[in-house]
């Protein structure tokens, strides 16, 4: 069993920063792939970042590329999301997810653990 818990949302403007952080409990967390998703109001979950057990193979959404950058700390059992430039259309609750898989994982069906979500709000 591996119990998430995310911190760092908030509220921003437009063109700022934020890092999200999901803090893993469970002994084998190194082993597991993590993703983060998001939802924003009225619309599906969607697929935001994804990195693989070691940390050496990432994966992000054409939204994101560029400007968020998901990281893991084996020994710290977390993952972290640094969302740079950020705009108002990021505004969702963001939520980590961990799977038992040594690859990416884009698809949301595929993850076994999910973190209760995190609210970012980026005004304009």
């Known amino acids: 069993q591996v119990q998430l818990v995310e911190s760092g949302g908030g509220l921003v403007q437009a063109g700022g920063s934020l890092r999200l952080s999901c803090a893993a409990s469970g002994r084998t967390f190194s082993s597991y792939a993590m993703g983060w998703f998001r939802q924003a109001p009225g619309k599906v979950r969607e697929f935001v970042a994804a990195?693989?057990?070691?940390?050496?193979?990432?994966d992000y959404a054409a939204s994101v590329k560029g400007r968020f950058t998901i990281s893991k700390d084996n020994a710290k059992n977390t993952v972290y999301l640094q969302m740079n430039s950020l705009k108002p259309e990021d505004t969702a609750v963001y939520y980590c997810?961990?799977?038992?898989?040594?690859?990416?994982?884009?698809?949301?069906?595929?993850?076994?653990?999910w973190g209760q979500g995190t609210q970012v709000t980026v005004s304009s």
């Open positions: 997810a961990a799977a038992q898989s040594l690859a990416t994982i884009v698809v949301d069906i595929n993850y076994d653990y």
């Open positions: 990195i693989n057990w070691s940390g050496g193979t990432t």
